[in-house]
Protein backbone atom coordinates (compact mmCIF):
# COMPACT_ATOMS: atom_id res chain seq x y z
CA UNK A 1 0.00 0.00 0.00
CA UNK A 2 1.22 3.45 -0.73
CA UNK A 3 1.03 6.43 1.24
CA UNK A 4 -1.56 7.89 -0.62
CA UNK A 5 -3.68 5.29 -0.18
CA UNK A 6 -2.96 5.13 3.29
CA UNK A 7 -5.69 7.46 3.82
CA UNK A 8 -8.06 6.20 1.47
CA UNK A 9 -10.03 3.85 4.73
CA UNK A 10 -9.54 1.47 7.18
CA UNK A 11 -7.77 -1.22 7.03
CA UNK A 12 -10.03 -4.15 7.27
CA UNK A 13 -12.01 -2.26 4.21
CA UNK A 14 -8.35 -2.19 1.89
CA UNK A 15 -7.64 -6.16 2.94
CA UNK A 16 -10.62 -7.12 1.04
CA UNK A 17 -9.70 -4.83 -1.68
CA UNK A 18 -6.78 -6.51 -2.61
CA UNK A 19 -8.71 -8.98 -3.81
CA UNK A 20 -10.63 -6.99 -6.23
CA UNK A 21 -9.72 -5.78 -10.01
CA UNK A 22 -8.43 -2.31 -10.06
CA UNK A 23 -12.06 -0.92 -11.41
CA UNK A 24 -13.69 -2.44 -8.79
CA UNK A 25 -11.53 -1.37 -5.67
CA UNK A 26 -11.80 2.24 -7.43
CA UNK A 27 -16.05 2.32 -7.94
CA UNK A 28 -16.21 1.12 -3.71
CA UNK A 29 -13.99 4.27 -2.64
CA UNK A 30 -16.07 6.77 -5.05
CA UNK A 31 -17.96 9.54 -2.58
CA UNK A 32 -21.43 9.76 -3.80
CA UNK A 33 -21.94 13.19 -5.30
CA UNK A 34 -22.40 15.90 -4.01
CA UNK A 35 -24.50 19.22 -4.62
CA UNK A 36 -21.64 21.09 -5.82
CA UNK A 37 -21.59 18.34 -8.85
CA UNK A 38 -24.88 18.61 -9.60
CA UNK A 39 -24.38 21.96 -9.79
CA UNK A 40 -21.98 22.18 -12.50
CA UNK A 41 -24.02 20.07 -14.55
CA UNK A 42 -27.20 22.10 -14.20
CA UNK A 43 -24.91 25.11 -14.91
CA UNK A 44 -22.93 23.48 -18.24
CA UNK A 45 -26.50 21.14 -19.53
CA UNK A 46 -29.55 23.39 -19.26
CA UNK A 47 -28.21 26.07 -22.41
CA UNK A 48 -27.51 23.03 -24.11
CA UNK A 49 -30.90 21.81 -23.97
CA UNK A 50 -32.16 25.32 -25.72
CA UNK A 51 -30.14 23.43 -28.72
CA UNK A 52 -32.60 21.06 -29.18
CA UNK A 53 -35.73 21.73 -31.85
CA UNK A 54 -38.58 22.89 -30.66
CA UNK A 55 -37.27 23.81 -26.87
CA UNK A 56 -37.38 27.33 -27.30
CA UNK A 57 -41.23 27.19 -25.78
CA UNK A 58 -39.15 26.35 -22.55
CA UNK A 59 -36.42 28.44 -22.89
CA UNK A 60 -37.71 31.10 -19.77
CA UNK A 61 -37.63 28.17 -17.15
CA UNK A 62 -34.14 26.69 -18.78
CA UNK A 63 -32.32 30.35 -18.28
CA UNK A 64 -33.51 30.45 -14.94
CA UNK A 65 -32.71 26.76 -13.89
CA UNK A 66 -28.85 27.57 -12.85
CA UNK A 67 -29.62 30.81 -10.92
CA UNK A 68 -32.56 28.93 -9.21
CA UNK A 69 -30.49 26.39 -8.09
CA UNK A 70 -28.20 28.34 -6.68
CA UNK A 71 -30.79 30.48 -4.73
CA UNK A 72 -31.75 27.23 -3.28
CA UNK A 73 -28.61 26.49 -2.15
CA UNK A 74 -27.84 29.43 -0.07
CA UNK A 75 -31.35 29.19 1.54
CA UNK A 76 -30.34 25.49 2.41
CA UNK A 77 -26.98 26.35 4.49
Known amino acids: MTEMDAGRGH ?4 KG ?9 LAQQREPWSWME ?3 LVQFLSPAILMFPGTQVIRMPVRVLPYFFSVLRVLKK
Open 11 to 14: PEEL
Open 17 to 25: MSEMSGDQA
Open 38 to 40: AFI
